[in-house]
């Protein structure tokens, strides 16, 4: 609990210096304007062909201002999760399971926050949740959502970072996805002591995995009533 004042203060600060430079980009892509960069950005990103249910709805949009929209997406996901939980803890639950459980809600809302700062008005619309799939009320329930939601996070933004063209997000996505980890690691304590980072989450090479943002958002979308439309981001 004490380190996350300051890392929201860490993230607004990086969010400060992206702003300026996202929001003039994304008013170029969305606006038409910037024909040269607009050209180049369009020339490295391909379409994935095979959007079946997300190719329709919220336009994430394309280059890295997509890929940050994917993020918000997630963090929007993951925030309204935890929001949830700590509103109404499952039945029984201990003091410091709630104060835990507290901390990772309030990292995902920052999180949240400083994506929906950086893009500005290139930012996508709240999205709207669908948890009908989640029993609130069960503590088995509820830990093997958050187990499969940071699990989700971490094999997203592993997957994602190779499409960002621009280091200074990728560099902000490091110290994010580094956070959905320890996320991961504590959910997975909880569910069975020592198992933080045993072979279900690490493999043979000690590495986490890495899903592309429509395996992603192909899993993401049972927990969404909001339509997204995943088709202009890049893929490669």
């Known amino acids: 609990m004490k380190s996350l004042q300051g890392e929201k203060e860490v993230l607004l600060q990086e969010s400060g210096i992206l702003t300026a430079k996202l929001q003039r980009r994304s008013f170029l892509q969305y606006a038409g304007a910037g024909v040269a960069g607009v050209a180049l950005i369009a020339a490295g990103c391909k379409k994935d062909k095979s959007t079946p249910g997300l190719d329709s709805g919220v336009d994430l949009g394309s280059g890295d201002p997509g890929i940050l929209n994917y993020a918000y997406a997630l963090e929007q996901l993951e925030g309204a999760f935890y929001d949830a939980v700590v509103k109404s803890p499952y039945t029984g639950i201990p003091a410091n399971e709630l104060a835990l459980l507290t901390d990772i809600r309030d990292h ?29 009320a069960d503590r088995t329930s509820v830990l093997n959502a958050a187990k499969a939601f940071e699990d989700l996070g971490v094999s997203a933004y592993n997957g994602a970072g190779k499409l960002l063209k621009t280091a200074k997000y990728l560099e902000v996505a490091g110290k994010i996805v580094s956070v959905e980890a320890r996320h991961a690691a504590l959910i997975r304590d909880l569910i069975s002591n020592g198992s933080f980072a045993d072979l279900t989450a690490v493999d043979a090479n000690g590495l986490d995995g890495a899903k592309t943002p429509i395996q992603v958002l192909t899993i993401a979308k049972t927990y969404l009533k909001t339509a997204i439309n995943a088709s202009n981001l890049p893929t490669s």
């Open 108 to 136: 995902e809302l920052a999180h949240r926050e400083f994506f929906k700062k950086a893009l500005g008005t290139g930012a996508i619309v709240s999205l709207t949740v669908d948890f009908s799939s989640i029993n609130f």
